[in-house]
């Protein structure tokens, strides 16, 4: 079935670090979105995209839905703390949601 | 916050008990979904409801039964709980059928240990 690549794993940053990250796919999608899910917590909607090239801010964060539509990528800029947890990509195609393996972030101060 | 409370939190069992998990919103909201969430497979759809009484399986629905007989509520059911099933489920609510949007709230997660 279709996969979503998401890279890194994991990163370790230091407050005030930008962070970058990224979801690729074989697959076309029509609709982009990024979770972020807190420890203990259930995933948070955080920015959704729905047209190739779109480029959408949210304080901080900023996503783009890749001209093919089969890539997306999330900054957050000036790391804070709180920024902490597991961000998830998902992309929508054809009644189906498939979510990537997400980017665990740790943030040091 | 959307208003989603699972219960049980946690729960550990035997291999081949049934075992339960209650999903409730107050936000009347009609799409109810469950998933499952394992290391290195990110969140996996297990089944879903579109209305009292409407359900349909996901991509991982085998071992696994829903049932919703309240808007506000929808139940899932390991008839014979195996240790494959261990995880954390999460339920989730959208107001439009988010498999076409991909917009959901999800709620707390309820972690399920079988030994």
């Known amino acids: 079935g279709q996969q979503l690549n998401q890279s890194p794993q994991s990163m370790f940053i230091q407050e005030g670090e930008d962070v970058s990250m990224n979801c690729t796919s074989s697959s076309i999608f029509n609709t982009w979105l990024w979770y972020k899910q807190d420890p203990g917590e259930g995933p948070v909607l955080l920015i959704a995209?729905?047209?190739?090239?779109e480029l959408t801010s949210n304080g901080r964060l900023t996503a783009q839905f890749g001209i093919t539509r089969k890539d997306s990528f999330l900054n957050i800029s000036a790391s804070i703390p709180s920024d902490v947890g597991i961000y998830f990509c998902a992309g929508q195609m054809s009644d189906k949601l498939i979510f990537g393996t997400g980017t665990r972030l740790q943030v040091f101060p | 916050d959307a208003g989603i409370t699972q219960s049980p939190r946690h729960k550990v069992t035997e291999t081949g008990t049934p075992v339960t998990l209650r999903c409730h919103q107050t936000e009347n909201h009609r799409y109810m979904y469950w998933y499952r969430q394992d290391p290195g497979h990110g969140l996996r759809l297990i089944h879903y409801s579109y209305g009292v009484k409407d359900t349909d399986k996901g991509e991982v629905s085998d071992g696994y039964s829903v049932s919703r007989s309240k808007t506000e509520d929808f139940l899932l059911t390991l008839e014979s709980a195996t240790s494959s099933q261990t995880s954390v489920y999460f339920c989730a609510i959208s107001e439009s059928y988010s498999l076409n949007t991909g917009e959901l709230f999800f709620g707390e997660g309820s972690r399920l240990t079988v030994l």
């Open positions: 995209l729905y047209k190739a090239g």
